[in-house]
T-cell receptor, first 110, second 113 residues
Framework: QQPVQSPQAVILREGEDAVINCSSS?????VHWYRQKHGEAPVFLMI?????EQKGHEKISASFNEKKQQSSLYLTASQLSYSGTYFC???????????FGKGTHLIIQP | EPEVTQTPSHQVTQMGQEVILRCVPI?????FYWYRQILGQKVEFLVS????????KSEIFDDQFSVERPDGSNFTLKIRSTKLEDSAMYFC???????????FGQGTRLTVV
């Protein structure tokens, strides 16, 4: 069962902040975030393993609330290079695979 | 830097033909995945493979699809009788174990005519 992401699309000006949310009806033990630029393969951003954990990557950080089965991705002072589609997934091999949400399209304008 | 490689980058096939998409995962990885992405749509999980067997598959992965690891390095996706709706970008990915980062190949664009 795929995670649900919101919003579906965001248009920002360079330097603005954005939050992308991911929620699951299924228990989440970890959350993966990926970014896919147009015409390219998805690229791993980060994995969050524990409830309430926060991680950072450049000016992109994320939180994971295991009890609420939610994760949020925070992009601060967005740069043009942040444009792309962001996917969250529950992670795992074994019985879960990597089932992505529908993605959030992020467009950064100069 | 190690990477997942996929061949061919683009394949055109006639409806009803069999196709085999090839992937070479990162050498010490244990989990392998196939995904597809229809143009303009999300990345859809097809199948995961571990310890020489399928560990999970989606509804998309029906009897027309099969995966194989014929030797120690290749991981293949076979579509037995292609349909027009199989046209998509197919991504292979691998991870060292199930819970960590998955590395994606650059994809094979399959066009069924």
């Amino acid at each position: 069962q795929q995670p649900v992401q919101s919003p579906q699309a965001v248009i920002l000006r360079e330097g603005e902040d954005a939050v992308i949310n991911c929620s699951s009806s299924k228990a989440l033990y970890s959350v993966h975030w990926y970014r896919q630029k147009h015409g390219e393969a998805p690229v791993f951003l980060m994995i969050l393993l524990k409830g309430g954990e926060q991680k950072g990557h450049e000016k992109i950080s994320a939180s994971f609330n295991e009890k609420k089965q939610q994760s949020s991705l925070y992009l601060t002072a967005s740069q043009l290079s942040y444009s792309g589609t962001y996917f969250c997934g529950p992670g795992g091999g074994g019985a879960d695979g990597l089932t992505f949400g529908k993605g959030t399209h992020l467009i950064i304008q100069p | 830097e190690p990477e997942v490689t996929q061949t061919p980058s683009h394949q055109v096939t006639q409806m009803g033909q069999e196709v085999i998409l090839r992937c070479v995962p990162i050498s010490n990885h244990l989990y392998f995945y196939w995904y597809r992405q229809i143009l303009g749509q999300k990345v859809e999980f097809l199948v995961s493979f571990y310890n020489n067997e399928i560990s999970e598959k989606s509804e998309i992965f029906d009897d027309q699809f099969s995966v194989e690891r014929p030797d120690g390095s290749n991981f293949t996706l076979k579509i037995r009788s292609t349909k027009l709706e199989d046209s998509a970008m197919y991504f292979c990915a691998s991870s060292d174990w199930g819970g960590t980062e998955a590395f994606f190949g650059q994809g094979t664009r399959l066009t069924v005519v």
